[in-house]
């Protein structure tokens, strides 16, 4: 049985959110976003930085959405969420699976450290400014490839499971700005469906 060790509001979900998408079984390990559960000698034992998504399958234990997100699909969904290698909308898919923790999230951790988790004293302002410019460049080109797009290579993929989580993640920070028509209506797709839905209130 697949297990997911999970904590709320963070990338764990994106997982939760695939499991529910394929409908298959899984068991939760619920963690609270907390040092106390993320940082214990037991979590440090699956994830050496004390971090989630962790995924155990078996005798199988690993860490990284991204190569979580492609284990699932490999192992467990073979054919779903994913073009063919022969398909012209593979390299594309690869593209955009990658962009988000290669592009995207570098700039959303910073804001994230620098509005939520470091005390006010500690704040600084022009990391925040540089962050928030490079993230308004890095969603540019998605709000393009959005163009008359429901998802980012047309269909549902496993590419949403990824840059769609954090360009809504990008959003709930409120840094996809008002001009961005695409992204918003992207980010309402992904909100209605109803595996995300789940993961994102667990
Ligand atoms: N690149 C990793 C990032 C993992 C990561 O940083 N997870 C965050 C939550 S979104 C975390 O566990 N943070 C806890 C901490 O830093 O203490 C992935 O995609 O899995």
Redesign the pocket.
């Known amino acids: 049985m697949l297990k997911l060790h999970f ?1 709320p ?4 979900g ?1 997982i939760l959110w695939l499991l529910e998408e394929l409908q298959l079984e899984y068991e939760l390990n619920e963690m609270k ?1 907390h ?1 106390s559960d ?2 214990s000698d037991q979590h440090r034992e699956r ?1 050496p ?5 962790v995924l155990e399958d078996g005798d199988v234990s690993i ?6 997100v492609e284990y699932i699909l490999s192992r467990h969904a073979p054919g779903k969420l994913k073009p063919e290698i022969s398909s012209n909308l593979f390299p594309s898919y690869l593209q955009w699976f990658h962009y988000c ?1 290669g592009m995207v ?1 570098p700039p959303i ?1 910073i804001i994230v450290v620098q509005t939520i988790l470091l005390p006010k004293e500690r704040q600084n302002a022009e990391a925040l400014g540089q962050a928030e410019r490079l993230l308004s460049k890095t969603l540019a080109p998605i709000e393009k490839q959005l163009n008359n797009k429901e998802y980012i290579i047309g269909d549902f993929s496993a590419v949403d499971i990824m840059l769609g989580h954090a360009c809504f993640m990008a959003n709930r920070l409120g840094r996809v700005e008002e001009s961005m028509n695409n992204l918003r209506n992207y980010i309402k797709n992904i909100e209605s469906r109803s595996a995300f839905k789940k993961a994102i209130n667990t």
Do not use: C
């Open positions: 904590a509001n963070s990338r764990a994106r976003f040092p993320l940082k994830h930085l004390g971090r989630v998504p860490y990284e959405s991204g190569a979580i923790e999230m951790n």
